[in-house]
């Protein structure tokens, strides 16, 4: 089954995201982790984790986490051959060009400064339209 990896360490935010993928029927399986660590365990299959398989076809990825935070989380996804072309997009609050500048060097394909607005249904559709373009 086709799946998308979210990297959050917020619950209200999982939770939106998964509300979204039910909402729209997002026909992919949203597999959640809680910080940078706990994604690579689920990417890798290390510590006892299953892996993800077939790979996501995209990481939504925060930056501000604990243990691994986005960007260190980014350095080491990028150092795994099988790994480093899976498209990522960061969602954050942090709109800091220095944050956008190093996800950049590391090559994601988009910055989202959150929060979004999922009672705006602009917002709302948007970002399920990108995320739909992503999956597609």
């Given at each position: 089954m086709r799946s998308v990896l979210l990297v959050e360490d917020d619950f209200f935010d999982t939770m939106t995201v998964e509300k979204s993928f039910e909402k729209f029927s997002v026909p992919h399986k949203l597999h959640t982790a809680f910080n940078g660590l706990e994604a690579l365990d689920l990417l890798l299959g290390t510590n006892g984790v299953e892996p993800i398989r077939p790979l996501?076809?995209?990481?939504?990825?925060?930056?501000?986490?604990?243990?691994?935070?986005?960007?260190?989380?980014?350095?080491?996804?990028?150092?795994?051959?099988?790994?480093?072309?899976?498209?990522?997009?960061?969602?954050?609050?942090?709109?800091?060009?220095?944050?956008?500048?190093?996800?950049?060097?590391?090559?994601?394909?988009?910055?989202?400064?959150?929060?979004?607005?999922?009672?705006?249904?602009?917002?709302?559709?948007?970002?399920?339209?990108l995320l739909e373009t992503l999956l597609k």
């Open positions: 996501p076809e995209v990481i939504l990825l925060d930056l501000n986490m604990p243990k691994m935070n986005g960007h260190e989380f980014l350095a080491e996804l990028r150092t795994h051959e099988e790994l480093r072309d899976i498209p990522v997009f960061v969602t954050t609050t942090s709109e800091m060009d220095i944050d956008r500048l190093n996800t950049q060097a590391l090559g994601v394909q988009g910055y989202i400064v959150k929060p979004l607005d999922f009672e705006n249904t602009r917002d709302l559709v948007d970002s399920m339209s």
